[in-house]
């Protein structure tokens, strides 16, 4: 039996907060979105009259399914070239979901996206249906057919194991740009002692080329080692323009609701640095180069109006 218009409807109604769940479960926008796709075709196949609730039916669905993706991803990771890091999303991208109070945009941090991938799939599921959705535990047991004493106890587990990563603070908008600007003139003056300053004696920084873009497998440690890398990072060269294709222009911005920086040469995104502040300094530099994952922050980037120069050329 075919879907009426109605049902279609009432679909793609959800599909901003099922694409919003999936993402911050896989970590992943093309991911989301094929989880979002597979619980439509499963929407079609059902006779959508019989079910009581429709809402609940595609959050069950479309939240079972990114488990069984998570399970299998667990296993292609393990041959993953260099470091696994989430796909950041840029400022404005709908997939960031609910940002209305302070336990929904840390869930969606870039920080907390990593620390996620720490946790079980279930640990994951249960955080994010909670602390980003504000579902009642009662649900959530009916979700994953668990009970609601299970699920309070592993939304327990999974806090304290986010809680014991680094988090950053929250800070507005404004400060962000500053932090960025003040960061990326250090990083341009061709000297580690500006960078030293700006950050924590244990900040680390870490890339995800996924074998197609070069970088180090290992995470850079300390603030002179980190500083020293990022100097050389944002230092410009011909051969780097020969890399990428052309003269790269570096702006300050905010991915997942944190500062960074992003990378364009002719409109394509080539790469977004996620800056982890805390109170002592930036505390992480993670740089995501990997071209499948900036596909969607390209398609973001030229729908967003600029307006000023560029921080930096490359």
């Known amino acids: 039996m075919g879907l009426m218009m109605s049902d279609v409807d009432r679909f793609e109604a959800a599909r901003p907060r099922?694409?919003?769940?999936?993402?911050?479960?896989l970590g992943s926008a093309s991911e989301a979105e094929d989880a979002v796709q597979e619980t439509f075709l499963r929407w079609q196949a059902?006779?959508?009259?019989?079910?009581?609730?429709?809402?609940?039916?595609?959050?069950?669905?479309?939240t079972n399914f990114c488990l069984n993706m998570l399970t299998s991803a667990r296993a292609r990771r393990e041959t993953y070239v260099g470091t696994w890091l989430p796909e950041p999303l840029l400022a404005g991208d709908p997939m960031l979901g609910p940002a209305d109070t302070a336990e929904q945009r840390e869930s969606v941090s870039y920080a907390v996206m990593v620390l996620l991938e720490r946790l079980s799939p279930n640990e994951r599921a249960v955080y994010v249906l909670r602390e980003a959705?504000?579902?009642?535990?009662?649900?959530?047991?009916?979700?994953?057919?668990?009970?609601?004493?299970?699920?309070?106890?592993?939304?327990?587990?999974?806090?304290?194991?986010?809680?014991?990563?680094?988090?950053r603070t929250e800070i507005d908008e404004a400060a962000s740009r500053r932090i960025v600007e003040e960061f990326l003139a250090a990083a341009t003056t061709g000297r580690t002692e500006p960078l030293v300053r700006l950050l924590t004696q244990d900040?680390?920084?870490?890339?995800?080329?996924?074998?197609?873009?070069?970088?180090?497998?290992?995470a850079f440690e300390g603030a002179l080692a980190v500083a020293k890398f990022l100097r050389g990072l944002f230092k410009p060269s011909g051969a780097k323009r020969v890399h990428t294709g052309g003269e790269a222009e570096i702006h300050a911005t905010t991915a997942n609701g944190g500062p960074a920086l992003v990378a364009v040469v002719d409109g394509r995104v080539i790469?977004?640095?996620c800056l982890e502040i805390t109170a002592?300094?930036?505390?992480?530099?993670?740089?995501?180069?990997?071209?499948d994952k900036l596909v969607r922050a390209t398609?973001?980037?030229?729908?967003t109006d600029h307006g000023d120069s560029p921080l930096h050329l490359l």
Request: hydrophobic residues 45%.
């Open 299 to 303: 398609e973001q980037w030229a729908g």
């Open 46 to 62: 059902v006779d959508v009259g019989r079910i009581e609730v429709p809402e609940a039916w595609l959050t069950k669905v479309l």
């Open 203 to 218: 900040v680390v920084a870490v890339g995800d080329g996924g074998g197609k873009v070069p970088a180090r497998a290992k």
């Open 280 to 291: 002592e300094g930036i505390a992480a530099v993670r740089n995501q180069v990997n071209p």
């Open 18 to 25: 099922l694409e919003a769940i999936a993402y911050r479960l």
């Open 271 to 273: 790469g977004i640095s």
């Open 133 to 167: 959705f504000d579902y009642p535990h009662r649900e959530i047991a009916e979700i994953l057919d668990v009970t609601e004493a299970a699920s309070q106890q592993i939304h327990h587990r999974a806090k304290k194991h986010v809680a014991d990563g680094k988090v």
